[in-house]
T-cell receptor
Framework: GEDVEQSLFLSVREGDSSVINCTYTDSSSTYLYWYKQEPGAGLQLLTYIFSNMDMKQDQRLTVLLNKKDKHLSLRIADTQTGDSAIYFCAESHSGNTPLVFGKGTRLSVIA | EADIYQTPRYLVIGTGKKITLECSQTMGHDKMYWYQQDPGMELHLIHYSYGVNSTEKGDLSSESTVSRIRTEHFPLTLESARPSHTSQYLC???????????FGSGTRLTVV
């Protein structure tokens, strides 16, 4: 079945870049997403990328997609303490099935 | 601003009680979802709906039921709460799966 894998923890120093990685198994994935969850809150959509794209940049966020290796990454430039949160990768291959979420990566930013 | 609302925000109840968690959205989304999030962060899909009078069970059997009588409303009911139901419950909606979900702020349920 479909599966999305992420490492569970990442710790970076304030001002450094963070890279959160995700792998997925469904080669027919059409859309891939990154969500952010702050403590005590729901998930917030950060960005998404279509499978026919290799890269998408939005201010401090850069998403890279390697379809051959089924690998997705989220790079946060100049990481701030406010970026401390849980980041979820998710994939969709059809508009008629729910998204498949990874287990989330907890990002800790050290001042 | 969030256009999807969950109530209550926090709830502590005794074992065996029946409870309903409310979820409403004002975006006119056809698709709505309920997730259970355990302390280890992982999300488990428990129910979803792709329109009025249409509901499906997700991956996790949570001993809960849902209804979708109106587009904007998707309540989740636990007939008999147990300590194993202690968790955060997240509701989400979407117009379609391609542009992602909008999540509510969640209900944190504690069953004692």
């Amino acid at each position: 079945g479909e599966d999305v894998e992420q490492s569970l923890f990442l710790s970076v120093r304030e001002g450094d870049s963070s890279v959160i990685n995700c792998t997925y198994t469904d080669s027919s994935s059409t859309y891939l997403y990154w969500y952010k969850q702050e403590p005590g809150a729901g998930l917030q959509l950060l960005t998404y990328i279509f499978s026919n794209m290799d890269m998408k940049q939005d201010q401090r966020l850069t998403v890279l997609l390697n379809k051959k290796d089924k690998h997705l990454s989220l790079r946060i430039a100049d990481t701030q303490t406010g970026d401390s949160a849980i980041y979820f990768c998710a994939e969709s291959h059809s508009g008629n099935t729910p998204l498949v979420f990874g287990k989330g990566t907890r990002l800790s930013v050290i001042a | 601003e969030a256009d999807i609302y969950q109530t209550p925000r926090y709830l502590v109840i005794g074992t065996g009680k029946k409870i309903t968690l409310e979820c409403s959205q004002t975006m006119g989304h056809d698709k709505m979802y309920w997730y259970q999030q355990d302390p280890g962060m992982e999300l488990h899909l428990i129910h979803y709906s792709y329109g009025v009078n249409s509901t499906e069970k997700g991956d996790l059997s949570s001993e809960s039921t849902v209804s979708r009588i109106r587009t904007e409303h998707f309540p989740l009911t636990l007939e008999s709460a147990r300590p194993s139901h202690t968790s955060q419950y997240l509701c989400a909606s979407s117009s379609d799966d391609y542009y992602g979900y909008t999540f509510g702020s969640g209900t944190r349920l504690t069953v004692v």
